[in-house]
C-alpha cells in the first residue's frame, strides 16, 4: 500500500458568511464566495503549501462549495503536479436551506448547550451526521492507497468542522474529546505526518477551549 507521507488539511479562507451572517438570507451557502481578506489568506496558506510539497505530486480532494474551490484555486498549485477530484463528502455542515439569522442564533445556543456532536439543525445535519459522511471518504481514501502510483501527498480543501471530524476519526478521539476542541481558523492549515514507525502524527494540535468531560472510563 502506497500510504502519503502527507496529508494536509486546509480549511477554506473568509468568506462572506464568515463576516455577515445576514447573507444567509439571501444566499445559498455553497454559494458563498471569498472576501478579499479571504482571497489573501488562502494565497498565504497557499504559499506554504507549496514549499512543503515542492515539485512533489499532490491528490486534491475539495469540498464542492464555492469558497472551497475559490481557495484552492489561490494556491497557484502547478496543474501538472496535482489531481483534483471534487469531494461532496468534504462539505459544510447542512444548516437547512434559507437560513433566518435570528433563528440561527437561537439554533447555535441551543447547539452549544446540547453539546455540537449529537445537536441536529432543523432540517439539516448533526455534527454525528458529518462524521458519518466523513468516515465513509476515509474509508474511499484508504483504498485509494492500494494504487502503487498513489502521490506522496494528499491535501483536502475543506471546511473546520469536517476537519475536527476527520482527525477524530483517524485518530479515533472520543467524543468528548472532539466537543473540547475549536475549529481552526480559516485558511488554517493541519497536517497528518507518516512517521518511521508506520504511524501518523498531527503537526499542530487544535486549540481548545475546555478539558474534555467524559461519560465513561473510554473517554
Same mark, same amino acid.
Given at each position: @500500500?502506497?500510504?502519503? !507521507?502527507?496529508?494536509?488539511?486546509?480549511?477554506?479562507?473568509?468568506?462572506?458568511? #464568515?463576516?455577515?451572517?445576514?447573507?444567509?438570507?439571501?444566499?445559498? +451557502?455553497?454559494?458563498? $464566495?471569498?472576501?478579499? &481578506?479571504?482571497? =489573501?489568506?488562502?494565497? *498565504?496558506?497557499?504559499? &506554504?503549501?507549496?514549499?512543503?510539497?515542492?515539485?512533489?505530486?499532490?491528490?486534491?480532494?475539495?469540498?464542492?462549495?464555492?469558497?472551497?474551490?475559490?481557495?484552492? !484555486?489561490?494556491?497557484?498549485?502547478?496543474?501538472?503536479?496535482?489531481?483534483?477530484? *471534487?469531494?461532496?463528502?468534504?462539505?459544510?455542515?447542512?444548516?437547512? #436551506?434559507?437560513?433566518?439569522?435570528?433563528?440561527?442564533?437561537?439554533?447555535?445556543?441551543?447547539?452549544?448547550?446540547?453539546g455540537h456532536f449529537f445537536f441536529r439543525f432543523p432540517q439539516g445535519e448533526s455534527g454525528a451526521d458529518v462524521? +458519518?459522511?466523513?468516515?465513509?471518504?476515509?474509508?474511499?481514501?484508504f483504498r485509494s492507497f492500494e494504487a502503487p502510483d498513489h502521490p506522496p501527498n494528499v491535501l483536502l480543501v475543506?471546511?473546520?468542522? $469536517? @476537519? !475536527? /471530524?476527520?482527525?477524530?476519526?483517524?485518530?479515533?478521539?472520543?467524543?468528548?474529546?472532539?466537543?473540547?476542541?475549536?475549529?481552526?481558523?480559516? $485558511? *488554517? @492549515? =493541519? @497536517? /497528518?505526518?507518516?512517521?518511521? +514507525?508506520?504511524?501518523?502524527?498531527? #503537526?499542530?494540535?487544535?486549540? &481548545?477551549? =475546555? +478539558?474534555?468531560?467524559?461519560y465513561w472510563m473510554s473517554g
Amino acid at each position: @500500500m502506497a500510504r502519503p !507521507r502527507r496529508i494536509v488539511l486546509v480549511r477554506h479562507g473568509e468568506s462572506t458568511g #464568515n463576516v455577515d451572517d445576514s447573507v444567509y438570507e439571501r444566499e445559498p +451557502d455553497h454559494a458563498l $464566495a471569498l472576501t478579499e &481578506r479571504g482571497w =489573501r489568506q488562502a494565497e *498565504e496558506t497557499g504559499k &506554504r503549501v507549496r514549499e512543503i510539497f515542492g515539485r512533489e505530486p499532490v491528490s486534491v480532494y475539495v469540498s464542492p462549495y464555492r469558497r472551497t474551490h475559490e481557495t484552492l !484555486r489561490a494556491f497557484h498549485l502547478d496543474p501538472d503536479l496535482i489531481r483534483v477530484r *471534487e469531494e461532496p463528502r468534504l462539505r459544510e455542515q447542512d444548516w437547512g #436551506n434559507w437560513q433566518d439569522r435570528d433563528d440561527v442564533r437561537l439554533q447555535k445556543t441551543y447547539r452549544d448547550a446540547y453539546g455540537h456532536f449529537f445537536f441536529r439543525f432543523p432540517q439539516g445535519e448533526s455534527g454525528a451526521d458529518v462524521y +458519518d459522511r466523513v468516515g465513509g471518504f476515509l474509508e474511499s481514501l484508504f483504498r485509494s492507497f492500494e494504487a502503487p502510483d498513489h502521490p506522496p501527498n494528499v491535501l483536502l480543501v475543506t471546511h473546520g468542522l $469536517a @476537519m !475536527r /471530524l476527520f482527525c477524530m476519526r483517524w485518530f479515533h478521539w472520543t467524543v468528548a474529546e472532539f466537543e473540547s476542541l475549536s475549529n481552526p481558523g480559516n $485558511a *488554517e @492549515m =493541519r @497536517m /497528518l505526518v507518516l512517521g518511521e +514507525d508506520g504511524k501518523y502524527t498531527l #503537526n499542530q494540535p487544535f486549540d &481548545r477551549w =475546555r +478539558d474534555p468531560e467524559p461519560y465513561w472510563m473510554s473517554g
